[in-house]
């Protein structure tokens, strides 16, 4: 029998234990044998929960015991975290998180902390709650070199995409309504602003090219300047708006960014749609794979922490080979990064943008104090430079098609 202690009874470490009690039967098949908590690690006590015997206030008593072989991680943030995951692998205890802070920020050191003691750090919840990504990464596509990682990877921002699109509503509305129904945090700015993404992009790009990229290097930008009427034009080029986590690399050069995109019919992520999360991989063999799924949520998220514990149960006292090293990566500047753009100005601006962006196409939605336009593909610091000559720019989304 493995026994487990869990960090952080909350939404995805309760959701841990039922999933644990639920499918026991199964776990124990997959395994090879029974795993059960032993302990759970809270300030609180939950007086009446099924668990409420098994939970302590000390980490010391877990550190010391013996018996536990594995720890699962679900209290969120880097401290104390952090402290406490660097505790376990030095102790030689493999640990299993959904902390995609902690692992963007640490994540080639834990991982090389597990190597050196013959256990292992797995984050499959890290990313994309229970979509399975991470273990194809490092198993399913190594035969690969990766060329490109695109994703939705938020639930709470593509859920209120969506409903603008669909509904027609406002940002502020929806993220109303996103919070009433718990899809949105009281503090909506790691969402809204696309910092949760960067953090999800940074890990799965370091997997992907085996160096520690840190997520302060990515250009982030969020979705709180997208208006109904930018969905107005959308619909006029056939295309949706989704925000994007990108990664890329092209001619040994590699890009990475967040940013709100348009997206046409054809494009894999084009009817992900809600709460749901898409990542698109492209391989240089293999071509596109697309992920779907559940991206957060007590059940999926938990899902995927359980089946970390399986692989740790399973790869006892050997450590799974994740090429994520601590060198750095350096990524281009974003200003290197090409791409079409949809522009808004004011319609009295119009002769002017003519001249700034000769290779455009008008796109006409029926607004009538407004011009918009596409303009041809163009580095970003090219765009910028341009566009800060229109003293009437509306907004100004990318293109992804």
């Not at 999933?19 to 199964?26: F, M």
């Not at 890290?126 to 994703?151: F, H, K, M, W, Y």
């Not at 899809?183 to 909506?188: R, T």
């Not at 986590?245 to 967040?258: N, R």
Request: aromatic share 8%.
């Amino acid at each position: 029998m493995t026994k487990i202690a869990i960090l952080g009874y909350g939404t995805v470490g309760s959701g841990v234990a039922e999933v644990l009690v639920t499918n026991s039967a199964s776990i124990e098949k997959r395994a090879g044998e029974q795993v059960e908590v032993k302990y759970i690690l809270d300030l609180l006590d939950f007086p009446g929960d099924p668990m409420q015997d098994k939970v302590i206030h000390d980490y010391q008593i877990i550190l010391d015991d013996q018996e536990i072989s594995i720890v699962v991680e679900t209290m969120g943030g880097v401290k104390p975290a952090y402290g406490f995951v660097k505790k376990a692998l030095e102790a030689g205890k493999s640990v299993c998180t959904s902390n995609k802070e902690l692992v963007a920020s640490h994540g080639a050191e834990l991982l090389e902390t597990a190597r050196k003691n013959q256990c292992n750090f797995l984050f499959e919840a890290s990313v994309g709650g229970g979509i399975p990504i991470i273990r194809p990464l490092n198993q399913c596509l190594t035969a690969d070199e990766i060329e490109e990682i695109c994703g939705i990877l938020n639930g709470t921002t593509n859920y209120i995409l969506t409903k603008m699109e669909e509904n027609g509503s406002d940002f502020l509305e929806v993220l109303k309504e996103a919070q009433s129904l718990g899809y949105a945090e009281k503090d909506p700015t790691a969402d809204v602003e696309g910092y949760d993404a960067c953090r999800k992009i940074a890990i799965l790009t370091s997997l992907a090219y085996g160096k520690q990229v840190d997520y302060e290097d990515i250009y982030t930008e969020g979705i709180t300047k997208i208006t109904v009427r930018d969905f107005q034009y959308a619909k006029k080029l056939g295309a949706s708006i989704k925000i994007l986590g990108l990664s890329k690399k092209t001619g040994g050069k590699t890009y990475a960014m967040v940013a709100p995109y348009l997206i046409g019919s054809s494009h894999p992520l084009y009817c992900v749609k809600g709460v749901f999360n898409g990542i698109s991989v492209i391989g240089n063999m293999l071509g596109n794979v697309m992920f779907y799924g559940k991206g957060a949520g007590k059940l999926p998220t938990a899902s995927a922490v359980v089946s970390d514990v399986v692989d740790a149960v399973k790869h006892s006292a050997v450590n799974i080979l994740m090429t994520w090293r601590d060198d750095r990566l350096i990524l281009e500047p974003a200003g290197e990064m090409e791409n079409r753009f949809l522009v808004r100005i004011g319609a009295e601006q119009k002769e002017k943008a003519l001249r700034l962006f000769p290779s455009q196409e008008e796109v006409n939605a029926g607004i009538r104090d407004e011009y918009a336009f596409v303009t041809g593909r163009m580095k970003e610091k090219d765009f910028h430079e341009r566009s800060k000559q229109l003293d009437t720019l509306i907004n100004r989304i990318r293109i992804g098609f």
